[in-house]
């Protein structure tokens, strides 16, 4: 029987039920300790009502330097557990699944965010990175192991369907794995093998404190789409380790902010051919793994999709910007596979995350505000 974008899907003994997930994005709609709020809340109730088979949350931090933006959700401590157990919760009751995206911004944020001075993997410059970082020390490093392992049994106790590591887009454990930003010279940098030890060790220990039965996932980049930076040969070798350790699956991105054109989140999507754009990654992917596959990055239309998974490319498709437009994008596919999203690429949307305290599809306010003008 053919595969279907319907179709349910488990990863590891959580059922969903489509191929649809929404991708970790961040909102701007926590308070300044991180906590969730009741707009957030009702956000992800709307995604799960809207039909969405996964909901991975918004990129959440594990330790208090670990904060790249405001609005960002955390779970550095116990006291943030009982606001994402109402968000859970109110994700349930619209039969919906919800995973926490586990992340520690490194180089990637600032002293004016985090009072001090970033931490990352070596004392180096890098486009993305606001200022330099100071070089982790060891004991540095297994301290933040720990906060990963901590912040994802925090997880469990709020209810969350399981964990997702944030292994991309230039954020702690990708500047470990990247020879752009790890220059270190002991058992953490030079070769693959010890620049993805921070990796291994921070995925051994989740999955120490959350146990076999709670699904612990990546997104894992491709290639940094760097000349030098970490390649898609290298990416096939991480996740081939991570599938013999027992990955539950792979979410499949590529690029850093210091990317351009090549960036996590392209512009100028506005036809077939342009879609998908990390589709081929995850196809390599799929072939040395025997775990779900995501992939993400300019996801528009069913037919791409469905020949993605004809094909056996992928086995999940994660979106980000169409479903801040449309949140009730899987219910509309559901009833017309034939809809195009209407999200233009624009990335205007998370622009009032940092000027308003929450994003929202800049495109479809005008629009709607021309109507009541023209009404």
């Known amino acids: 029987m053919a595969k279907t974008l319907f179709d349910n899907v488990r990863i590891g003994p959580v059922t969903l039920n489509n191929r649809f997930v929404r991708s970790a994005t961040w909102e701007g709609m926590c308070d300044e300790r991180g906590a969730a709020t009741g707009r957030l809340i009702d956000y992800y109730a709307d995604l799960a009502r809207g039909g969405t088979g996964l909901i991975i949350s918004g990129y959440t931090y594990v330790r208090e330097d670990g904060k790249q933006f405001p609005g960002k959700m955390g779970l550095y401590s ?31 944020t600032s002293a004016k965010m985090i009072g001090r001075q970033p931490l990352a993997p070596s004392a180096v410059e890098f486009p993305s990175y606001g200022e330099l970082p100071k070089a982790m020390a060891a004991a540095e490093i297994e301290g933040l192991v720990d906060a990963f392992a901590t912040a994802a049994k925090r997880a469990v106790q709020a209810g969350f369907d399981g964990v997702q590591l944030h292994g991309a887009h230039c954020y702690l454990i990708n500047q470990f794995l990247s020879p752009l930003t790890n220059r270190r010279t002991d058992q953490y940098g030079g070769s693959l093998d010890n620049r993805m030890r921070f990796l291994e060790d921070v995925y051994h220990r989740v999955r120490t404190a959350v146990g076999r039965k709670f699904p612990v996932t990546i997104k894992l980049t491709a290639t940094d789409q760097l000349e030098g930076g970490f390649q898609v040969e290298d990416a096939l070798i991480v996740a081939r380790r991570l599938g013999e350790l027992g990955i539950d699956a792979i979410e499949v991105s590529s690029g850093t902010p210091a990317s351009g054109d090549l960036s996590p989140v392209r512009q100028h999507i506005d036809a077939p051919h342009k879609e998908a754009y990390n589709a081929d990654y ?76 929450g994003i929202y599809c800049v495109v479809d306010k005008i629009e709607w505000e021309n109507r009541d003008t023209q009404m």
């Not at 990055?297 to 910007?321: K, T």
Request: proline content about 6%.
């Open 282 to 357: 995850a196809r390599q992917i799929k072939s040395v793994v025997d775990v779900p596959v995501m992939t993400v990055g300019g996801l528009r239309s069913c037919p791409v999709m469905q020949n993605i998974l004809r094909e056996g490319d992928a086995d999940l498709f994660a979106l980000s910007r169409p479903l801040i437009r449309e949140p009730y994008l899987p219910r509309k596919w559901r009833d017309d596979e034939g809809h195009v999203a209407t999200c233009i690429s624009c990335n205007g949307c998370f622009r009032p995350g940092l000027k308003e305290g």
């Open 78 to 108: 116990d006291e943030l557990v009982a606001q994402l157990r109402d968000l859970t919760a109110a994700v349930h009751k619209e039969q919906g699944k919800i995973f926490c995206q586990l992340v520690h911004a490194g180089g990637q």
